[in-house]
């Protein structure tokens, strides 16, 4: 008897019956999402009343009482903090640049730049040299004799050619973490980097950069797109005279906090299928796409997941991390806390690409289970995904897979325009596209379902 049910569930009439109840259960979670979403409602909220939310800043601690309240009203069977210390670095004011002599004649023209996050200021007072321009590493290396009590500024560009901005991203991104420490083994005294974008405008991008202890910590700034061409010109054909104030520093360490929400599994209450993002931002804007998105559409799919009376087997986990952009914090607590407890973690999702229309999803996992993952396509093709290929997750849900080996994986959306405004005053409210982010969350609760009904 067990043969021939076993027989039956491996029949084609069986997994047409199957596809099509999944079919029409996730076109109710597509409905339900596209008619009745609060996602761009709460990132509103989220980024006009409360703002840019830095790791240590009183828009962080608003954000964590936020979420707190948006998931409970979401129908979270029980909602709970985890408390972690974060780096609480400080802009300490505003970030100017002028360009002070070309050659012998004195000028004043100023330059759009923002510090890089956790770098150090200017010491209360003006740093004013002379400007070494290189193209990257290697350039610097060849001019590293000229090096010594001037400000480097690298031009290092994204590559246009890469059909795939993260890889440019990837490529460039050195130039911000490893620049300053770099320039300063040689003696410089500041750094400049070309912003890391593509963007038609002015606007400088921060983000985090990370010194190393062998040498000085030197004053690091990031310059708008025109401002880095106009440099970089100069400094072919001229001697360019810089002062750079800046006014970064660190305070103690800050208290901060996870905030996670919770629908009870029926049939395997003590694993754990988890979704998230991250609350905090960069200071300079509202992190409506980095990470506003991400954090809404997590709420969004306990939302509608609760709506549409959703038991899950597993236990989901709704997780708003802490301070991914320059310590990573809340993802490396929320797995020490997995490891304390001897939680298993079956799956781990984020969405941390900005709110942009839905592509497909990245994973980080075994080929079966991702050849498993690979059936599931024509019933989420209809939603926007069109690849679920290996290779992806997310920086705060990357320690579980470190922790535990857990399987991840992370919602791609289009990502032609996401670093124009990545890190940028320009991540605003107004630059995100309602349907677009709500469709992110059909594909995310979708996902969610499947990976709950069927596991891995």
Not at 5 to 15: D, E, K, T
Not at 100 to 110: P, S, V
Not at 146 to 151: F, P, Y
Request: aromatic share 10%; hydrophobic share 40%; proline share 4%.
């Amino acid at each position: 008897m067990r043969k021939i049910i076993a027989l039956w569930l491996m029949s084609p009439v069986f997994l047409f019956a199957q596809s099509s109840i999944d079919s029409t259960y996730i076109k109710n979670i597509s409905d339900e999402i596209l008619r009745n979403g609060k996602a761009h409602d709460l990132l509103r909220v989220l980024t006009k009343e409360i703002g840019g939310r830095l790791a240590g800043s009183i828009q962080f601690t608003k954000a964590v009482t936020w979420g707190e309240a948006a998931l409970k009203n979401a129908g979270a069977d029980k909602v709970f903090l985890q408390e972690c210390m974060m780096p609480n670095w400080q802009r300490g004011g505003k970030d100017n640049a002028t360009i002070l002599q070309i050659n012998k004649n004195k000028t004043n023209r100023e330059l759009d730049v923002l510090a890089l996050g956790n770098s150090m200021g200017t010491g209360g007072k003006p740093l004013v040299a002379e400007v070494i321009g290189v193209a990257d590493f290697a350039d610097l290396e060849a001019k590293k004799d000229l090096v010594k009590g001037k400000i480097v500024y690298f031009n290092y560009k994204f590559n246009p050619t890469n059909i795939h901005p993260f890889t440019s991203y990837g490529q460039v991104g050195q130039y911000r973490r490893n620049g300053p420490s770099a320039a300063a083994k040689y003696g410089a005294v500041g750094v400049m980097i070309r912003s890391l974008t593509e963007a038609t405008d002015n606007n400088p991008h921060t983000g985090s950069t990370a010194y190393d202890d062998a040498f000085p910590k030197i004053p690091a700034v990031a310059l708008g797109g025109y401002d880095a061409d106009y440099m970089w010109e100069l400094c072919k054909k001229a001697a360019v005279t810089v002062s750079i104030s800046t006014n970064g520093h660190f305070l103690p360490d800050a208290k901060g906090h996870n905030v996670v929400a919770e629908l009870t599994g029926s049939e395997f209450p003590n694993e754990y299928i988890a979704v998230g993002g991250h609350l905090d931002s960069w200071d300079v804007n509202e992190g409506a796409h980095d990470d506003g998105a991400g954090i809404v559409q997590t709420i969004e799919v306990l939302r509608t997941l609760k709506a549409l009376g959703y038991k899950p087997k597993y236990s989901l986990r709704f997780v708003l991390f802490a301070n991914e952009e320059n310590g990573l914090k809340g993802g490396l607590k929320y797995a020490e806390e997995a490891k304390a407890k001897n939680e298993k973690h079956v799956f781990a999702l984020e969405s941390d690409e900005g709110g942009f229309t839905p592509r497909g999803f990245g994973f980080t996992m075994a080929e079966k289970q991702l050849d498993k993952v690979k059936s599931w396509l024509p019933l989420l093709q209809p939603y926007g995904t069109e690849t679920l290929n290996m290779g992806g997750g997310g920086a705060d849900i990357g320690p579980l897979r470190t922790t535990f080996g857990t399987a991840l994986g992370g919602l791609i959306p289009d990502a032609q325009r996401y670093f124009d405004i990545h890190h940028a005053r320009s991540d605003v409210f107004e630059n995100v596209n309602k349907r677009e982010l709500l469709l992110g969350a059909v594909n995310m609760a979708a996902l969610i379902y499947l990976i709950d009904k069927y596991g891995l």
